[in-house]
């Protein structure tokens, strides 16, 4: 599992692809913080805080993380290299969550070096050091626990269609359900009653709450679980093909 798994984060690196994907999403994040003149520019508020960059991650990351799933299965199926794969001293599920965990570090070392972005905030504060630090960590806490949860979306939409693309845009429009979708439904009438039982099955009700810095243990078994379904749909995947 190990060996897979450094297999497929070499492949991700050893292509021109792969470090695109990374400098455009520093690339968008850097423009959209400091240089275009929207409400998102950190110099523009006038406030030493990272919130307006915890609100716009989860957008750019919706196009981010598909963009390194998207091949994780579709490559291998495409190829007909799964069935050589599953034919290895590995179970499905090793197979999954070396891919997973693969995806997971290399998004977690792309949003490394947005840690950046905390120490200019926190040097060009008046006075400096005047930024919530407690909130700040939950947020980034809470952006990769999102992050997670979408590539858990993209393993399992890349395990369906040998389209790199197709996946892609699959898993994009599932990370935006899963992130917005439940709060579109909440407002509803009909759902009045129930807004914040339905809120509660989105991720971005959980994703504020440890923005705030405090790590709920219901916002953890949350990403956990959901992470964990899209696992499980995936290894159904891999199982059926065998069917």
Known sequence: ???????????????????????????????????FSTRYNILDNGYASLETYFAFAPWV??????AITMRMFSEEIRMGT????????????????AKYFASVIVVLASLIPTLIYFYSVFILGYPAGNIDTGGT???FIGLFFLASVYTAIGIFTSSLT???????ILSAILCLVFYLGFDALASLPVFSSKESLV????INEH????????????????????????????RTVLQSRKW
Do not use: H
């Not at 450094?6 to 994907?21: C, L, M, P, R, S």
């Not at 809120?199 to 989105?202: D, H, I, L, P, T």
């Open 162 to 168: 040998t389209n790199q693309i197709v996946a892609m």
């Open 82 to 97: 799964l069935e050589l794969l599953i034919t290895k001293p590995l179970t499905e599920m090793q197979i999954i969550l």
């Open 1 to 35: 599992m190990i060996t897979l798994l450094k297999k497929e984060i070499n492949q991700f690196f050893n292509t021109v692809i792969g470090y695109f994907v990374v400098c455009m999403f520093l690339l968008i994040n850097g423009l959209i913080l400091w240089l």
């Open 207 to 234: 994703y504020k709450s440890i923005s705030r810095g405090v790590l709920d243990s219901r916002d953890i078994i949350y990403f956990a679980g959901v992470t964990s379904i899209f696992l499980f749909f995936t």
């Open 61 to 66: 990351f919706v196009i981010f993380v598909p």
């Open 137 to 139: 960590w939950g947020s």
């Open 199 to 202: 809120a509660s099955f989105g």
